[in-house]
């Protein structure tokens, strides 16, 4: 035990001589003994000002390069209950599809080999276990070097996927998240198609019945139209942001100022209105009439209906009582979904 301890120091300690990949600094935890050693300005191990392990995580953060625009995509804390996951193919970091000389993406990985590595390592899960990772995404005006929320400029699409696969035959086993924001619309707003806010924690809770199986979790990214450039992939290791950013008015108003400035060529016509409520928790549903449409539904993000009623309302607006989470608000006409509006209930 005493020699693992020292090579633990060492790796702590010495630096980033050479990247540690696929090591135990990804999860290392306090119940095993272990901690992970800041350095003093003298390059010395600081023995006093321990670091708290359970706050540090390997992490995949994805970077796209256009002319005008920098988008940024990081995901970490990947957790079964809540037990830190490992991360496969991760080497802290290292950047795939960079080349240093010229400042620009070069292909060192595919698309196709950028999903099948970029992926957690196999686990197993059983019925009612919870699965979960976090999300920050955004992009950088690259006119102003600031964060940006109402001004997307880039000719591709852009897209991810966040999904549980059963390791035994590569298949899907369940749908995470998704996400798409759309090549610059005409306004310079993003259209974007999203389950969650541009920061979420993801949580999924295994269905019941389902036998215990071992797992993995993959990321993947995908680009959309005419020649583009390759995804950046920057293994990172830091600290989990989670609390700290979703907490935060920064980042809160950030997320808000985008979900505010959507906007797509072809917005869907919504005749009903859907107002949150924190206390109690739940909608406040009303709709114009004569209205298109027959029908309002509330689905959960598995597409579970959580109530429905013809239109018009009996009573209208219409109180739905909800717990909190997030919801998607369908307006139907003759069985064809006409609109939805996504709503987080807290």
Request: charged share 15%; with cysteine; net charge neutral.
């Amino acid at each position: 035990m005493r020699i693992l301890i020292l090579i633990w120091t060492i790796i702590f300690t010495v630096g980033d001589v050479a990247a540690q990949c696929d090591s135990l600094l990804q999860v290392v935890n306090e119940q095993a003994g272990y901690r992970i050693l800041s350095r003093l300005e003298n390059g010395m191990p600081d023995t006093v000002n321990v670091l708290n392990p359970d706050m540090f995580g390997a992490k995949f953060r994805f970077i796209y390069y256009a002319d005008s625009s920098q988008t940024v995509w990081t995901f970490s804390e990947f957790l079964l209950n809540r037990q830190k996951l490992y991360l496969s193919n991760w080497c802290k970091d290292r950047t795939v599809n960079w080349s240093d000389s010229t400042s620009a993406p070069v292909l060192d990985w595919s698309e196709e080999q950028l999903r099948q590595r970029s992926t957690t390592r196999v686990f197993p899960i059983s019925g009612l276990d919870t699965v979960q990772f976090y999300r920050e995404l955004s992009w950088v005006d690259r006119s102003t070097l600031a964060t940006s929320f109402n001004n997307y400029v880039n000719r591709n699409g852009l897209t991810f996927s966040v999904e549980l696969v059963r390791a035994n035959n590569n298949q899907r086993m369940i749908l995470l998240d998704s996400f798409r924001i759309e090549s610059t619309t005409s306004t310079h707003k993003p259209c974007i198609y999203s389950w969650y806010p541009m920061m979420a924690r993801v949580r999924t809770v295994i269905p019941a019945e389902e036998d215990s199986t071992d797992v993995f979790i993959r990321v993947n990214v995908g680009t959309l139209g005419a020649d583009p450039v390759p995804f950046v992939r920057y293994d990172n290791y830091g600290r989990m942001l989670s609390t700290a950013h979703l907490t935060n008015s920064y980042w809160l108003n950030y997320v808000d100022s985008v979900e505010t400035n959507i906007s797509c060529v072809a917005p869907q016509v919504c005749h009903f209105t859907a107002i949150v409520s924190s206390s109690p928790t739940g909608l406040e549903i009303s709709h114009n009439w004569p209205t298109s449409i027959s029908e309002i539904s509330v689905r959960n993000i598995y597409g579970d209906q959580i109530w429905s009623s013809s239109l018009p309302l009996s009573t209208n607006p219409t109180w739905v009582s909800l717990q909190s989470g997030l919801y998607i608000v369908v307006g139907v006409s003759n069985g064809n979904v006409i609109c939805t509006k996504k709503l987080l209930v807290q």
